[in-house]
Nanobody, 123 residues
């Protein structure tokens, strides 16, 4: 079992930055690839970024490439999402998730999910 708790969301003006954190419980955190997803009101959950268990491979949605950076610290059981140059269309609830194996861009592949943290970007 892996429990995930997100933090770091909030209200920010367009062009600003936020760093989301996702703290994981359990001794097997380093065995999991981790992903960030988001869901805006009335929309489906969408892939944002993912990182392999070692941190050696990262994946991004085209909409955030060059603005967001995913990273992880296995010693701290934490994955991060640094979000820069935020836009109003980035407004959503952001979720972190853990997957043992599978395609990192597909939410249905993930085994565990956090409760989410709200990010609101004002124009």
């Amino acid at each position: 079992q892996v429990q995930l708790v997100e933090s770091g969301g909030g209200l920010v003006q367009a062009g600003g930055s936020l760093r989301l954190s996702c703290a994981a419980s359990g001794r097997t955190f380093s065995s999991y690839a981790m992903g960030w997803f988001r869901q805006a009101p009335g929309k489906e959950r969408e892939f944002v970024a993912a990182i392999s268990w070692s941190g050696g491979n990262t994946y991004y949605a085209d909409s955030v490439k060059g603005r967001f950076t995913i990273s992880r610290d296995n010693a701290k059981n934490t994955v991060y999402l640094q979000m820069n140059s935020l836009k109003p269309e980035d407004t959503a609830v952001y979720y972190c998730a853990a997957v043992m194996s599978g395609k990192p861009r597909r939410p249905e592949e993930y085994d565990y999910w956090g409760q989410g943290t709200q990010v609101t970007v004002s124009s």
